[in-house]
T-cell receptor, first 114, second 115 residues
């Protein structure tokens, strides 16, 4: 069975500082990995994905994520945090060989402090 | 471009009542999904439809039924609501074909309370 772990319920970072939101995964085959962001009372919005190719993936709003196969991780990063980045972030995984089922992590609340 | 539209946005039900959550997408996507979001649980897949005419159970299907009415619409029905079904429900869709088109697009959610 596939799974996703987001070990931090909340991450606090000062505005202007770099941020990292952690994600590790487990899947039987090759993974497709995703990050989504959720603002209050809204649906999830797609940020970026890793399918194949370069381990460093760039996405929306200046976010990027690094795929590390040996550590089964896909951490979300941004060089300089903005207050407007404060939101709930979800990591998700699906098996490249499997059906369309996507498994989500429990989410990490990012708080950027002015 | 509306994307994924869910109705209603809010609903309060009494235990034992039934209701249908509606979802429609205008992106010509093949696959559609229903998730529920509970605090500390992330999103859990209730049912999905890989393509028009097919539906399959997800992680937590008990107490729910779905209908893929056509390519655009995917409804979720609660036949006899229970307090444990109090949650925020999200509909999502994706192209569903090929590795590079796998990201999902979500609706705004339906906040359901069962009393």
């Amino acid at each position: 069975a596939q799974s996703v772990a987001q070990p931090e319920d909340q991450v606090n970072v000062a505005e202007g500082n770099p941020l990292t939101v952690k994600c590790t995964y487990s899947v039987s085959g090759n993974p497709y990995l995703f990050w989504y962001v959720q603002y209050p009372n809204r649906g999830l919005q797609f940020l970026l994905k890793y399918i194949t190719g370069d381990n460093l993936v760039k996405g929306s709003y200046g976010f990027e994520a690094e795929f590390n196969k040996s550590q089964t991780s896909f951490h979300l990063k941004k060089p300089s945090a903005l207050v407007s980045d404060s939101a709930l972030y979800f990591c998700a995984v699906r098996d490249s060989g499997g059906y369309q089922k996507v498994t989500f992590g429990t989410g990490t609340k990012l708080q950027v402090i002015p | 471009n509306a994307g994924v539209t869910q109705t209603p946005k809010f609903q309060v039900l009494k235990t034992g009542q039934s209701m249908t959550l509606q979802c429609a997408q205008d992106m010509n996507h093949n696959s559609m999904y229903w998730y529920r979001q509970d605090p500390g649980m992330g999103l859990r897949l209730i049912y999905y439809s890989a393509s028009e005419g097919t539906t399959d159970k997800g992680e937590v299907p008990n107490g729910y039924n779905v209908s893929r009415l056509n390519k655009r619409e995917f409804s979720l029905r609660l036949e006899s609501a229970a307090p444990s079904q109090t949650s925020v429900y999200f509909c999502a869709s994706s192209r569903g074909q090929g590795a590079r088109n796998t990201e999902a697009f979500f609706g705004q959610g339906t906040r359901l309370t069962v009393v």
